[in-house]
């Protein structure tokens, strides 16, 4: 029979210690940041995964021989990213990895199964309604014309992750509630035969409303990055409107520049 401490002890702690956790103390890199970024790389690829818990920072820094501050500033590094979260009477938890999504034409369900991160969908709205001016003229439409509008919650982890509004032109392609909690969007639309080629798009960030922040798993106020999308074939015909919201505490956008020569 386990003794009481033996089962207070994490059942993830054999993910932790299999970590092979190359220090140098050589290095110009303080080994605080050292650690932070081999435990976040963990995180990343799944080793570690939400739910799993460190142990305290007594036992890390007996381990890898380092001071408990320097432990202490690591963990804390993670905390403010939200990768992990600090429990009274649990200790030092992994929360989830942070979703890093490329800024290209491409779907968030595809980026976070690709991740190897889970993604679930619930169907918020699924109805016809008259197209804003907005709309209307981001799809070619005219004002008032009917367009098909999906609301959708996307989580990953159990956690949500962003609030995804689209709206599409009518008679596009036929959507099922169960199709699209089962995939993506971009994918039903592959599949029936559109060939996305480009779409004009904007990132911007603002506060959670009461509601956005409900459905969120917010607080009222709490950081969001918007995104509005229009997405256009291949020949050029506007085949979507996306307007979506994402946690700031979950989610980044991942641009890769180059020098104009």
Do not use: W
Not at 100 to 117: H, I, K, T, V
Not at 154 to 176: K, M, W
């Amino acid at each position: 029979m386990a003794k009481t401490g033996d089962r207070a002890r994490p059942a993830a702690e054999p993910a932790l210690s299999a970590l092979d956790f190359a220090l140098d103390r050589g290095s110009p890199v303080p080994l605080y940041h050292q650690l932070a970024q081999q435990l976040e790389a963990a995180i990343q690829r799944g080793v570690l995964a939400p739910g799993n818990l460190l142990g305290n920072e007594v036992d890390l820094s007996v381990r890898l021989g380092l001071s408990r501050p320097t432990v202490r500033q690591a963990i804390q590094s993670l905390v403010d990213k939200g990768l992990l979260v600090r429990r009274r009477g649990v200790g030092t938890q992994v929360v989830h990895s942070r979703v890093r999504r490329p800024l290209e034409l491409s779907s968030l369900y595809d980026d976070l199964e690709a991740a190897g991160q889970g993604p679930a969908t619930l169907v918020v709205r699924h109805e016809t309604v008259p197209a804003s001016p907005g709309t209307a003229a981001a799809l070619g439409l005219a004002e008032g014309e009917e367009v098909v509008l999906l609301e959708r919650l996307r989580s990953t982890h159990g956690q949500p992750v962003a609030l995804l509004c689209n709206y599409l032109p009518p008679g596009l392609l036929e959507l099922d509630d169960d199709r699209l909690e089962a995939t993506g969007l971009y994918r039903m639309m592959r599949s029936a035969g559109i060939t996305l080629h480009s779409a004009r798009q904007t990132v911007g960030a603002r506060s959670a409303t009461a509601q956005e922040a409900a459905r969120l798993g917010e607080r009222e106020g709490a950081a969001l990055l918007t995104m509005e999308r229009t997405a256009y074939d291949d020949t050029g015909r506007p085949v979507e409107f996306g307007t979506h919201i994402y946690r700031a505490s979950r989610y980044s956008f991942d641009f890769q520049l180059l020098v104009r020569p």
